[in-house]
């Protein structure tokens, strides 16, 4: 089960790349800022405002999967993402939310690249 971050030293490039490709697959091409900070509890968070095929702020809390994988998981968590597609770790892995609030592994049987909506 994937835990907080604590040392983004090494990984912060790692960590653009990973919430840039996953706006791109979930809203489709986007310019991001991004501010990194440490929580209290020493977890890294980045809050990333997002123009282009949309426009807005998010937050990721940033995690790493046993397997030594980044996963950048929004905040809040859209509930097309939570059930449709999840969200891609660097290794290919999907988590996601479920009903009670948990983080759990996404169904292997569900995990596809979701294609851009078109406009309309």
Known sequence: MPTPLVDLSKRVGEARALILDL???L???VTL???F???WNGCWKARVE????ANGRLEFTLLETTEGALLALP???LERWRTETGIRASDGSRWSIDDNGHLVAFPATLS???QPRAPG
Do not use: V
């Open 27 to 29: 809203i489709g091409p």
């Open 75 to 77: 905040r809040p968590l």
């Open 112 to 114: 596809r690249p979701l």
């Open 50 to 53: 997002i123009s282009g095929a």
């Open 23 to 25: 706006l791109t697959e």
């Open 33 to 35: 800022d991004y501010d």
């Open 37 to 39: 900070h440490r929580e």
